[in-house]
């Protein structure tokens, strides 16, 4: 995960990575509500924050996109007040956990708890809200979790496909024997 790091084209839309296709998006500005939660250093234990209690919150609203490497959040461009960040790029692998809250009042949102990305500004510990205006959001908790396993499968698939690469095991029996040209082998031992 990354904070500023996506790459955008001159209409501030994403520009996609190799082999990347966009399976969903909401790209009519303002009607995501993007809320990130940054520890100033990573939890321990049971905590759910960590450093000395220090976090840094911020939200913006903006676009979403889907696709099948990675979930992506730009705000609006040449807006009035600067944001306080302007991309969110976070690899669907990198989602440690999800859950879809349904509060008594309000809109229901989506907790996705975030593994960071080294040199990509945050920290272990970080959290994201997100929150639609225009649409439900079930539908896109329901797609967005489908695609993240499909993603998972595909590495372990990976994974074990490497793991098949490696050099056969042969048991001792069937390895060539040594010979026995020691000359300095103890005394009274035989071989």
Same mark, same amino acid.
């Given at each position: 995960m990354a904070l500023n790091w996506t790459m955008l084209d001159a209409r501030h839309q994403p520009i996609p990575l190799h082999d990347e296709s966009t399976i969903m998006s909401i790209d009519r500005d303002s009607q995501v509500e993007f809320s990130? #939660?940054?520890? *100033?250093?990573?939890? =321990?234990? #049971?905590?759910?924050?960590?450093?000395?209690?220090?976090?840094?919150k911020m939200k913006e609203r903006?676009?979403?996109w889907l696709t099948n490497k990675r979930l992506i959040f730009t705000t609006p461009k040449g807006g009035k007040p600067k944001p306080s960040? +302007?991309?969110? =790029?976070i690899p669907l692998d990198a989602i440690l956990s999800s859950k879809f809250e349904q509060p008594y009042f309000g809109a229901n949102f989506v907790v996705l708890d975030i593994k960071p990305s080294v040199g990509g500004g945050l920290t272990d510990g970080t959290s994201v809200e997100i929150r639609f205006y225009d649409r439900g959001l079930f539908e896109f908790v329901s797609v967005l979790e489908? #695609? &993240? +396993? &499909?993603?998972?499968?595909?590495? &372990?698939?990976?994974?074990? +496909? *490497? *793991? +098949?690469?490696?050099?056969?095991? #042969?048991?001792?029996?069937s390895a060539p024997r040594a010979s026995n040209s020691y000359a300095d082998t103890p005394p009274g031992y035989v071989a």
């Open positions: 990130m #939660t940054i520890p *100033d250093a990573p939890p =321990s234990g #049971t905590a759910a924050t960590g450093g000395n209690g220090g976090v840094k903006g676009k979403l960040f +302007e991309s969110l =790029s489908k #695609t &993240r +396993e &499909r993603v998972v499968y595909m590495k &372990r698939q990976a994974a074990m +496909e *490497d *793991d +098949e690469n490696l050099p056969a095991y #042969t048991s001792s029996g």
